[in-house]
Nanobody, 126 residues
Framework: QVQLVESGGGLVQAGGSLRLSCTASGSTFSTYKVGWFRQGPGKEREFVAV????????YYTDSVKGRFTISRDNAKNTVYLQMNSLKPEDTAVYYCAGAQRILSRGYDSNGEYDYWGPGTQVTVSS
């Protein structure tokens, strides 16, 4: 079992950057694929990005490609989401999620993940 905690959210102007961190407890973090999801006001939670257990394959939703980068440091039990060129439509609560499975089809589904953090608010002003 793993516990996840997000940090790094805040208020930023459009065009700015933020780096979110997802820190995990436990010694088996390297066996978990980790995804980032977000839920904007009045919207359903949606997939943003995912990274494999080794940090190799990564996938992004189309709206963030070229702007967001997911990475991980297994020695620090942490996954990062670097967000550049932020837009007001990126405003949301951002969640990280983990699953102790290989990265495969279905990685963009909420149901694919077993563990979730409490979320961190990102607000982008215009």
């Amino acid at each position: 079992q793993v516990q996840l905690v997000e940090s790094g959210g805040g208020l930023v102007q459009a065009g700015g950057s933020l780096r979110l961190s997802c820190t995990a407890s436990g010694s088996t973090f390297s066996t978990y694929k980790v995804g980032w999801f977000r839920q904007g006001p009045g919207k359903e939670r949606e997939f943003v990005a995912v990274i494999s257990r080794s940090g190799g394959p990564t996938y992004y939703t189309d709206s963030v490609k070229g702007r967001f980068t997911i990475s991980r440091d297994n020695a620090k039990n942490t996954v990062y989401l670097q967000m550049n060129s932020l837009k007001p439509e990126d405003t949301a609560v951002y969640y990280c999620a983990g699953a102790q499975r290989i990265l495969s089809r279905g990685y963009d589904s909420n149901g694919e993940y077993d563990y979730w953090g409490p979320g961190t608010q990102v607000t982008v002003s215009s």
